[in-house]
């Protein structure tokens, strides 16, 4: 039912096909329509078998969002927060990008460095009169 693909960034377009949608009766207010129009979207798309994704994106992907997949490797965004079809699929879609928008972002790796002298040196001064501040306690001098 999702007719056109899901821009995630630039490079990474979801095609229409590798994204599954289906409805359900959603809970919450709406009266009597709660009880007959299935305005619940659950949105599914399958990382591990998607063709917009390089191998270095789907490592990614499935390696920081495996926890929130299925046991047949589906990534699920469900949307109820409107009671109107429409709104509730472009919620989906919009939080299924942003998600995978997050897992494809590339930390930057930590390049270790050493203290500074006067970093060193503040720190062994505050070691030092926490020292004499105890043995002053204990009445040694």
Known sequence: MAAEPLFVRPGVVIPAEELDVRFARSGGPGGQNVNKVETKVDLRFRPSASRALTEDQRARVLGRLGGRLTTEGELIVV???????????????????????????????????????????????????RGDTKRHRRGDE
């Open 79 to 129: 949307s109820t927060t409107y009671r109107d079809r429409a709104r509730n699929i472009e919620d989906a879609r919009e939080r299924l990008a942003s998600e995978l928008r997050e897992a494809l972002k590339t930390v930057k790796a930590r390049r270790a460095t050493k203290p500074t002298r006067g970093s060193d040196r503040r720190r062994l001064d505050s070691k030092r009169r």
